[in-house]
């Protein structure tokens, strides 16, 4: 997401703790919320995927799925 769209997130906040949004400024601020939401969701998988956890043996594992279980 660019600086500009995440100014404009910032910037709609501030407008609607001034006074209500008209339903363009709230369509907006909508669609840039959830374009921020699916970017940092997008990005926290990429992180997720790419950990690993060392034992103490020093063995290293991929981080496993929600709901799968870890390999021995």
């Known amino acids: 997401m660019t600086d500009e769209k995440i100014r404009r997130i910032n910037e709609l906040a501030h407008i609607?703790?001034?006074r209500e949004l008209t339903p363009e400024e709230l369509e907006?601020?909508?669609r840039?919320?959830?374009?921020?939401?699916q970017e940092f969701r997008r990005g926290t998988i990429e992180l997720l995927e790419?950990?690993?956890i060392q034992t103490p043996d020093g063995k290293k594992h991929k981080l496993p799925r929600k709901g799968e279980l870890p390999k021995a």
């Open 50 to 52: 790419n950990t690993y």
């Open 16 to 18: 609607a703790k001034a």
């Open 28 to 30: 907006e601020r909508t």
């Open 32 to 37: 840039l919320r959830q374009e921020y939401i």
